[in-house]
């Protein structure tokens, strides 16, 4: 079994907010995260996946494909956009880094075909990330 | 859903490897430079990972404010621009990277409760890095 990890970097503005809680919950709970103008960051993504070296090509995946499937799925949904009011998931769930490495996941795993996701790592920032291994 | 979340720190402090119940020789050997009787010092980057189920009210394995107050006020304020040789914590083992992992470790596992501890991991250097998951102990 090898593992590969494949990065890519997209930029995005969020803010955090529960409905359910009152304004003063939210500000307690979420603090500066909870400007309604949201804020933004440059996040960092490693994604690995892993398989067996295919014996014909030496690969655990063709690296194109893997980059192909990262652009449309994440990036061409993700980058340059308000999380909160462009991306599906996030209409009702909060994009917290965690919920978004989950969401990216649910995005990646069924795409794809010749090696499976081991891990989505998600940097918000330099000294700050998560990593979600598809764990219920 | 059970998710990682890492968060990375910076101090710098001082230390120096030597063990008493060696001869000079033998710590001159076992240690070589890192054995200068006037000690050296590090950026040491430390990375704290803890684990959990992301709670689905607030998105979140745990507030960060509350890991942050931890780590400010149990390990931060007490290693930060300090010689490590001199601390409590360092009275019965050299202060290598392998033990402060440990040390570190056990205050947080004693200290924070907001989620469970994964591990602890040190850069001591941009060429080494030590990762500590409990179940171990303090070395001389």
């Known amino acids: 079994m090898v593992y590969l990890t494949r990065k890519a970097e997209f930029s995005a503005s969020h803010y955090y907010h529960n409905p359910e809680f009152s304004a003063e919950e939210n500000q307690r709970i979420f603090g500066k995260c909870n400007n309604p103008n949201g804020h933004g960051h440059n996040y960092t993504l490693e994604v690995t996946v892993k398989g067996e070296v295919n014996p014909r090509s030496g690969f655990v995946v063709d690296l194109k494909q893997l980059k192909d499937i990262l652009n449309r799925e994440v990036l061409e949904a993700m980058d340059h956009r308000f999380l909160n009011k462009e991306v599906p998931e996030f209409f009702t769930r909060i994009p917290t880094t965690e919920n978004l490495a989950i969401a990216i996941w649910q995005r990646l795993a069924p795409k794809l075909k010749a090696a499976q996701l081991h891990r989505v790592r998600l940097y918000e920032t330099p000294d700050l990330f998560v990593d979600f291994y598809g764990e219920a | ?140």
Request: charged share 20%.
């Open chain 2, 1 to 140: 859903m059970k998710a990682y979340l890492t968060r990375r720190y910076m101090f710098s402090a001082s230390h120096r490897l030597h063990n008493d119940a060696m001869t000079a020789e033998e710590n001159r050997a076992t240690y070589g430079k890192c054995n200068n009787p006037y000690g050296h010092g590090h950026n040491y980057a430390l990375e704290v990972t803890v684990s959990g189920p992301v709670d689905e009210r607030t998105g979140m394995v745990c507030n960060l404010v509350d890991l942050d107050a931890v780590v400010q006020h149990e390990i931060l304020e007490r290693f930060d621009q300090q010689n490590l040789n001199t601390l409590p914590d360092f009275t019965a083992s050299v202060p290598t990277t392998e033990n402060l992992c440990i040390v570190i470790y056990d205050i947080l596992q004693r200290g924070f409760h907001c989620a469970h501890l994964e591990k602890v991991r040190f850069e001591e250097t941009m060429m080494n890095a030590f990762e500590y998951s409990g179940g171990g102990q303090l070395c001389k």
